[in-house]
């Protein structure tokens, strides 16, 4: 195919360098330099997707960030990308884009038959027709509707590409590298402050690129290219094109989106696909321009109809034509520029102004041309389904009421101009309270919430001699209160046309008998019957009214739509558009992808991965992990097939027969010392604590204010003032959190220091009748009997030249040992363990062994500790002093709290004894009970007895107390499970705690 | 993103930061009695304030103060910010 609308020269791209790409799987040729879109049109293709809602055909109607319709789904590197504008993406040697929202083509689209069938989808639709009958909204609307709608399909698969993210400080943001961006970003560097220029688009320059200007001596764009080269040898400024400045958040905290790749066919190692910056700037200056706004006729949405800009920035940057008949249809001098650059390049343009002859500097230039010029003229529908083909337009009264001398003409594009609308988007973000200026028909940015200030056309000033003066001068200004520099910059002198006023006309009416659609927002296809309609039922608030027909949302965010649809609804509402006032605009600005916010931080990236020091040896020794908060914890050591069931059973009866070894590294460790640390244990924890002799260890509770269990361990006083807590795994963040609060703001006289030391020391736990062995052989030279080390004693000891320090604890109920050394001699501490421990048939145990072994003992832990429990419904109630105060107990005394049939832990055993029963499972007395069966409480942990060679599970019904002896069932939903089962003591083994004391 | 002065350390980004409520209430005295009505207003009663709001964070990822920041609920702006032993 050959490119029958590329002009012969002109333009910036690179002709030497021809670049051939697929669309709809057609093979097509286009040049580096080109985008998507521009490329397209070279090749004549216009009909390009289909519209939201009725399916019409969509062309191109702007040429950046404004492009309502030409939203492709890319197919790059071999991952999807869908929601790219065609008038962003670059062209790249062997790119791959396609329609989205037609089925089975963008040719014959067979949801196009919505558009016959438009009575039946006015604004609201989905509210309306699909309320009945109920059911089938879920199986037979939703997955309907879900098909036929959006933009394009996000890919399944995992994304491959790589994203970042990147924080930066600066002086000075500016967002947008026009004239006003360029100056002010200028001025603040020779100030020496930190600036970052932002540029969405490839090209610096803005309107430099396309308008007819020239600032001292030099073109707009060659005085463009000059500022950028000089930016970019300054080391204090950061210029970035392909970056969009699309939210600005709180403290003058913006993100930014670099499209660092998306322009390559691949992605280069080590370098991300795309970056997100979060930047905070001292201060921000939104250069962001403004967007043509369409004038609003009869079927203003067919392919070849679009912003006269956007012709012009074809023609001007690509060398393209968008038609070979153009219509300029404008209220306002900016059409004529475009009618212009078509006339100088062979083209002759028709020019309907629906304004009175004026005698502007570019009128009379274009009357010099020869160009066609209708006066009082308009369009008053496109004519064509696929491409404009002709239009009928009319002359207009002068109070654009009435319609005469209706006529069609031929044309292949109409170029609209209905003025310019400032892109307001980042101030209002901030929190700006825009202002309604009559004069250009359009909001403004008025008081700063946050430190912004917007320059140029994005501030409703559109002639460059005043925007380039007041950028330089606030470029200097705000640098110079932060950098105390002063170095002022001469404003250079600049000629350009000077225009006459636009006419404060949008749209046309209707001629007698005719219901032409006349779209507003052409993303969301709103058309002004729609907004009529919503108006007709009663929605008044203009935000309301956006909702309701869906005008000015989604990924266009109302840039092309927003100030007609305001326009219109206040001629209904008979009001001023201020009155109506304007909706929010909400970040994104554009669309960012997924990746980009996520970042680095995917899959086990996604969190931290924490390993204790014998990390490597548990690998070795055919450990399976299991994720214990952001720990890995070996969950089990299999041996030749074992699965879970089967190890966890082998070591959790080898630590009841013998002796297991334990890692308990994760375990929360807090350092305590200070004078009144025992003063400040006995306020934290619910039982008693001045009086633990230093070398003794204590089991401890302690409560939130609410009376719920927090956290429960043991706590060792290791001298006079020097304590050492342990936590859960769970809870170590909280309760130094927790520590800190009570230390920092409620008992500040208290003299006492909390730090952490979970990664200080490394753990093992040593549990069986076989453990002093082991221990003796670890420390020959320490009296380790049950005089020398009671349970609950502490020692401290060498381990062949390691220090060590011993507790006698136990959380598997079995005579036991935790052994701590410093993190980097855990390794060896391991080895040593399982080399002496050998003679005595040690074994390295799990998690699920550990929790089999605390379940059967009955000891409590996270799943009962749940955030729901008081020290009773654990059976700790004997932790609680009576005679002191101490966090929550007040709370203790709650009504809730001590009624007789409080809910209380007990054990569960299956009757059949051998059915496990699941975790979750309800507690009932009743299997067949009406429902909602009335539950008495849910089972916690289950586990398989070791010692009893049965299911056992632990259970928090209510007045557990006197329910010992029960038959009940334990219901599962879930696995659709009855279990009938006998309610028994939680310390289903050694309840009498013998062992522990042996 | 809020950009929140920690008098021990200077300009930090919030995410740096945890949050702890309303800074003014008071625990009550150890050992002392109290109603019940009293207690359940310091356990579960907060006033959620439409502007100024003195209020505790932690900046756990710093230097693990509790610190007061007298906020503005509506605008996000923060006027002052102060060490755990002082007052307004």
Request: aromatic share 10%; proline share 4%.
């Amino acid at each position: 195919m050959t490119e029958n609308f590329r002009l012969n020269k002109g333009g910036l791209i690179n002709r030497n360098k021809k670049i051939s790409f697929k669309f709809n799987g057609k093979k097509y040729f286009g040049y580096e330099g080109d985008t998507l879109a521009s490329a397209l049109i070279a090749n004549g293709v216009h009909l390009i997707g289909r519209s939201f809602k009725y399916h019409r055909p969509r062309g191109f109607f702007g040429a950046g960030v404004d492009e309502p319709y030409a939203i492709v789904q890319m197919n790059r590197n071999h991952e999807v990308d869908p929601n790219v504008r065609a008038t962003e993406q670059e062209l790249f040697e062997g790119l791959e884009a396609k329609s989205v929202n037609c089925w089975p083509n963008v040719d014959f689209d067979i949801g196009a038959i919505n558009n016959f069938l438009n009575k039946f989808f006015p604004a609201g639709f989905y509210y309306k027709t699909f309320m009945w009958p109920k059911s089938f909204w879920y199986k037979v609307y939703e997955p309907i509707i879900r098909k036929a709608a959006g933009f394009g399909a996000a890919s399944i698969k995992h994304d491959k590409e790589r994203y970042e993210h990147k924080y930066e400080y600066c002086d000075l943001l500016i967002a947008g590298s026009g004239p006003s961006g360029l100056a002010s970003a200028y001025a603040a560097a020779q100030n020496g402050a930190k600036v970052i220029l932002a540029e969405d688009k490839s090209r610096f320059g803005g309107s430099l690129l396309t308008s007819d200007v020239t600032i001292g001596n030099q073109t707009g764009k060659e005085w463009a290219e000059k500022i950028i080269s000089e930016l970019k040898s300054m080391p204090n400024v950061i210029v970035k094109n392909r970056s969009q400045v699309f939210g600005y958040y709180d403290h003058n905290m913006l993100v930014m989106s670099e499209r660092v790749s998306d322009h390559l066919p691949k992605t280069d190692k080590y370098i991300p696909k795309q970056r997100l910056w979060y930047i905070r700037a001292k201060e921000v200056v939104i250069s962001s321009g403004s967007i043509e706004r369409p004038l609003v006729f009869g079927n203003n949405d067919t392919p070849g109809v679009m912003l006269s800009s956007a012709a012009k920035e074809y023609l001007k940057i690509y060398g393209v034509l968008v038609g070979k008949k153009p219509i300029v249809f404008t209220n306002n001098d900016s059409g004529y520029e475009t009618a212009i650059e078509f006339k100088k390049n062979g083209i002759d343009p028709i020019v309907l102004d629906t304004r009175q002859d004026t005698n502007s500097e570019i009128t009379k230039e274009a009357k010099e041309l020869k160009i066609n010029i209708k006066f009082s003229y308009v369009v008053v529908t496109a004519k064509g389904y696929k491409k404009v083909s002709s239009a009928d337009i009319a002359k207009i009264s002068e109070d654009k009421k009435n319609l005469t001398s209706i006529e069609n003409i031929k044309c292949d594009c109409i170029c609209v101009s209905g003025f310019w609308t400032p892109t307001i988007h980042l101030a209002s973000q901030s929190g700006n309270k825009t202002k309604f200026n009559q004069e250009i028909d359009a909001f403004v940015p008025s008081q700063s919430k946050q430190k912004e200030t917007t320059l140029g056309s994005a501030n409703g000033v559109f002639t460059l001699e005043e925007t380039l003066k007041t950028s330089f001068e606030k470029g200097s200004e705000l640098s110079k209160k932060i950098t105390n520099k002063d170095n002022t910059v001469t404003i250079p002198t600049v000629t350009e046309k000077k225009s006459s006023n636009h006419d404060k006309f949008w749209c046309v009416p209707l001629p007698e008998g005719k219901d032409y659609k006349r779209f507003l927002d052409f993303q969301n296809d709103v058309a002004v019957s729609d907004i009529h309609l919503a108006l007709r039922e009663g929605y008044r608030s203009i935000e309301h009214v956006k909702r309701y027909t869906t005008l000015g949302m989604a990924t266009d965010q109302g840039k092309t739509s927003n100030l007609n649809g305001l326009q219109l609804v206040s001629d209904v509402e008979n009001k001023l558009v201020p009155q109506v006032g304007h909706t929010t605009f909400r970040p994104p600005y554009t669309p960012v992808s997924i990746g980009a916010i996520v970042g680095r931080e995917v899959g086990k990236h996604s969190k931290p991965t924490r390993k204790s020091p014998m990390h490597y040896w548990h690998e070795k020794n055919n450990a399976v992990f299991v994720d214990a908060g952001v720990w890995l914890r070996p969950r089990y050591y299999k041996q030749g097939n074992e699965n879970l069931f089967e190890a966890s059973k082998r070591e959790a009866k080898n630590v009841r027969k013998n002796v297991g070894v334990c890692d308990v590294t994760t375990l929360g460790k807090i350092d305590i010392k200070g004078p009144d640390s025992a003063e400040f244990l006995n306020r934290v924890y619910t039982n008693a604590w001045l009086k633990l002799p230093v070398g003794k260890a204590r089991y401890g509770v302690m409560l939130r204010e609410d009376g719920i269990v927090m956290d429960d361990g043991t706590t060792t006083r290791i001298s006079e003032n020097h304590y050492h807590m342990t936590t859960t795994t769970a809870q170590a963040a909280n309760v130094l959190s927790h520590l800190e609060y009570y230390l920092q703001l409620v008992w500040p006289e208290l003299n006492v220091n909390v730090v952490s030391s979970t990664e200080q020391w490394a753990g093992a736990a040593i549990a069986g009748p076989r453990s002093r062995d082991v221990l003796q052989k670890l420390f020959p030279d320490l009296d380790v009997s049950n005089q020398g080390l009671p349970f609950m004693g502490y020692m401290e000891g060498n381990l062949f030249g390691v220090n060590a320090k011993i507790f006698r604890i136990s959380f598997s109920g079995e005579l036991a040992y935790e052994v701590n050394v410093e993190s980097d001699n855990g390794n060896f501490m391991w080895e040593k363990i399982m080399e002496i421990g050998k003679e005595f048939n040690i074994q390295p145990y799990g998690t699920e062994a550990l929790s089999t072994l605390r379940i059967e003992m009955g000891h409590v832990a996270g799943s009962e500790l749940d955030g729901r429990t008081i020290p009773y419904d654990n059976s700790l109630e004997g932790l609680v002093s009576k005679k002191k105060d101490f966090i929550g107990k007040r709370s203790l005394s709650k009504k809730a709290y001590i009624e007789s049939d409080r809910q209380k832990v007990v054990g569960v055993v299956p009757l059949d004894k051998k059915t496990s029963i699941p975790e979750g499972s309800y507690i009932v007395k009743d299997a067949k009970a009406k429902l909602p069966n009335p539950k008495l409480g849910h089972v916690s942990a289950s586990c398989w007895s070791v010692e009893y060679d049965n299911p056992f599970s632990l259970a928090i019904i209510k007045d557990g107390k006197n329910m010992i002896g029960q038959k009940l069932f334990a219901l599962s939903p879930l696995k659709n499970k009855t279990i009938p089962v006998e309610i028994v003591s939680s310390h289903y083994v050694d309840p009498k705690g013998e062992r522990v004391r042996s | 993103m809020l950009y929140i002065k920690c008098p021990h350390c200077g300009l930090r980004s919030q995410n740096e930061f945890s949050y702890g409520g309303d800074a003014t209430i008071k625990r009550p005295e150890l050992n002392k009695e109290i109603s019940d009505q009293d207690w359940d207003n310091f356990v579960y009663l907060r006033k959620s304030p439409r502007g100024k709001h003195l209020e505790l964070w932690q900046h756990i990822s710093g230097c693990r103060q509790w610190i007061k920041v007298e906020r503005d609920t509506l605008t996000h702006e923060i006027f002052r910010t102060f060490k755990a032993n002082e007052g307004i």
